[in-house]
């Protein structure tokens, strides 16, 4: 059964630093595109950072600069570091996968190309 779980949120202060796991079982993830997503309750899902299968990688402006997106090289875990964290970075974080049955170099930020969910993990910025 194809599973992502993510893990390592928690509360955080203004300026510190997380670490987020995607823990993929049931996926070759050189397949595939894994990207990081937030939402906050009644607000649009916001794209963060993706990677593709050749650990080629792309950030939204939000995430630019702050936070690294990468895999192990056992291929089993996506992580994103988060560092700088600020109040608005509040929000439910989730992965996400799609598959493209080849090694890609490139992968695409937009939501709705992924097909595979975790159920995300609380990130709470807050003094």
């Known amino acids: 059964q194809r599973q992502l779980v993510e893990s390592g949120g928690g509360l955080v202060q203004p300026g510190g630093s997380l670490r987020l796991s995607c823990a993929a079982s049931?996926?070759?993830?050189?397949?595939?595109?894994v990207g990081w997503f937030r939402q906050v309750p009644g607000k649009d899902r916001e794209e963060l950072a993706c990677?593709?299968?050749?650990?080629?990688?792309s950030y939204s402006a939000s995430a630019q600069g702050r936070f690294t997106i990468s895999r192990d090289y056992a291929d089993t875990t996506v992580y994103l570091q988060m560092n700088s964290l600020k109040p608005d970075d509040t929000a439910v974080y989730y992965c996400?996968?799609?598959?493209?049955?080849?090694?890609?170099?490139?992968?695409?930020?937009?939501?709705?190309?992924?097909?595979?969910w975790g159920r995300g993990t609380q990130v709470t910025v807050s003094s």
């Open positions: 996400a996968a799609y598959e493209h049955h080849v090694v890609r170099n490139s992968c695409v930020l937009s939501s709705h190309n992924y097909n595979a």
């Open positions: 049931g996926f070759i993830l050189v397949y595939h595109s």
């Open positions: 990677i593709s299968g050749d650990r080629t990688t």
